[in-house]
């Protein structure tokens, strides 16, 4: 915790997640950029630019190295569907977003070999019901469907009350770019920041979803860490 003379080293040691990789080039800049996690997305029933099959998912998480945690970013119908995709894709994490049950995603959790990650409507009241089965809770702006990579910011004063509300890891994700990550960093103070289209790149004023910038991730990860950008 900080106080008036020591270091703040929760803010210091906040995690980062880049979701929503597609190409192999783009997990190496993102790993290069210091990155703690990369999230790769399949099986999900959104259209969205940033989902790849399932053997593109287990091809891209293979290759991310030791020490770096490489997440599979899904929303399944069922336990099966999810427990099927990871045994694929080989992940060290899943990511779970959409309509399973606190009951579905407690089965779910033991039976998968790594933690369990639970993306939830920030909005939402039940919270700490998905919290339980859960090994990290992501506090998103999802949309209609429970889908991320909205683009869109959330009330962050009521995600850093979920935070200092409950004893699981909180990831915070929505909306956030180079230049608000430190700003939400500093108001919700959870245990990892997530970003997907906010580090995507921009072509003729539009971002080319599904494709990373990694000048951009590299900004993310420094904002994101208080780390220096090193050219
Ligand atoms: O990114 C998607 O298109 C997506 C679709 C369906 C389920 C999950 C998805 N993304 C999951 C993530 O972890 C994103 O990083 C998170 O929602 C934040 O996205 P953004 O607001 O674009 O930073």
């Not at 989902?51 to 490489?70: C, I, R």
């Not at 906010?198 to 860490?225: I, L, Q, Y």
Request: contains cysteine; proline residues 5%.
């Amino acid at each position: 915790m900080s106080d008036a003379t020591g270091p703040d080293t929760r803010r210091s040691a906040t995690r980062v997640k880049v979701c929503g990789v597609t190409r192999e080039a783009d997990r190496e800049a993102v790993v290069a950029a210091g990155a703690d996690a990369v999230g790769v997305i399949s099986g999900v029933p959104v259209d969205t630019p940033r989902e790849v099959d399932a053997g593109t998912a287990g091809d891209l998480l293979a290759g991310v190295p030791p020490l770096v945690t490489g997440v599979l970013v899904t929303m399944p119908d069922t336990v099966e569907q999810a427990v099927d995709l990871a045994t694929a894709a080989e992940p060290d994490a899943v990511q779970v977003h959409g309509g399973l049950s606190p009951g579905e995603l407690g089965a779910l959790g033991r039976r998968l070999h790594g933690d369990l990650v639970v993306a939830v409507d920030a909005d939402a009241d039940d919270l700490r019901a998905y919290a339980g089965p859960a090994d990290a809770l992501l506090v998103d702006s999802v949309d209609a469907d429970g889908g991320g990579g909205t683009g869109q910011t959330h009330d962050w004063e009521r995600t850093r009350e979920v935070v200092a509300d409950l004893d699981v890891p909180v990831i915070l994700a929505g909306g956030l770019t180079p230049d608000n990550v430190a700003a939400a960093v500093e108001t919700v103070r959870p245990f990892g920041v997530d970003v997907a289209t906010g580090v995507e790149r921009v072509e003729d004023g539009e971002r080319v979803g599904g494709e990373k910038d990694s000048e951009t991730v590299r900004s993310f990860v420094a904002a994101a860490t208080r780390r220096e950008v090193v050219a």
